[in-house]
């Protein structure tokens, strides 16, 4: 099975300012869904972003953006202009093209300073 | 607001009773997958059905079981209930095209006293 995995439990960020949280997950698989999620104190599962393996392009939604490299099998996803309604879990998610199985990391804990 | 409809929002319930979940999914999606989430921890993933049909066990326990029904909603029947499988149960679904994420429902908020 693939495995998801977010080395960062934790991270912090100051308001306005850009921070990047990390995903690497394996697969022997060539083609693939990448998504990311967010889960507010509201503890409601937000779709953030999401990113096709066979496309190049980073995708791209706002202040969300992600990088893919799909070599080191790494989807990191940027914040830009953080803001106080950023704070949140953030749980990157791999999907396999053939299957409808997803896999999802443990999850890294956004805090977001004044 | 996803158009997974999850039902109810809370329940309390004492230990060794049994409790259902209810979830019907979005429009059109004929997979529904159920997780588990306890307290400052990742999403567990329990089971998903297609089309009403099992498709993949995650790591569900014998007392729980679930199905989907014709008119694609689904239910998740927990027994014996223990003091820990208070928890927030998602019902997610998703349609067959793979590039389709997962919608989640608001979650059931289960509190087992």
């Known amino acids: 099975a693939q495995t998801v995995t977010q080395s960062q439990p934790e991270m912090s960020v100051q308001e306005a300012e850009t921070v990047t949280l990390s995903c690497t997950y394996d697969?022997?698989?060539?083609?693939?869904?990448l998504f990311w999620y967010k889960q507010p104190p509201s503890r409601q599962m937000i779709l953030v972003i999401r990113q096709e393996a066979y496309k190049q392009q980073n995708a791209t939604e706002n202040r969300f953006s992600v990088n893919f490299q799909k070599a080191a099998k790494s989807f990191s996803l940027k914040i830009s202009d953080s803001q106080l309604g950023d704070a949140a879990m953030y749980f990157c998610?791999?999907?396999?093209?053939?299957?409808?199985?997803?896999?999802f990391g443990t999850g890294t804990s956004l805090t977001v300073i004044p | 607001d996803s158009g997974v409809t999850q039902t109810p929002k809370h329940l309390i319930t004492a230990t060794g009773q049994r409790v259902t979940l209810r979830c019907s999914p979005r429009s059109g999606d004929l997979s529904v997958y159920w997780y588990q989430q306890s307290l400052d921890q990742g999403l567990q993933f329990l089971i998903q059905y297609y089309n009403g049909e099992e498709r993949a066990k995650g790591n569900i326990l014998e007392r729980f079981s679930a199905q989907q029904f014709p008119d694609l909603h689904s239910e998740l029947n927990l027994s014996s209930l223990e003091l820990g499988d208070s928890a927030l149960y998602f019902c997610?679904?998703?349609?067959?095209?793979?590039?389709?994420?997962?919608?989640f429902g608001n979650g059931t908020r289960l509190t087992v006293t």
């Open positions: 998610a791999y999907r396999s093209r053939t299957g409808n199985q997803f896999y």
């Open positions: 997610a679904s998703s349609d067959r095209d793979s590039y389709s994420p997962l919608h």
């Open positions: 697969t022997s698989e060539s083609d693939y869904y």
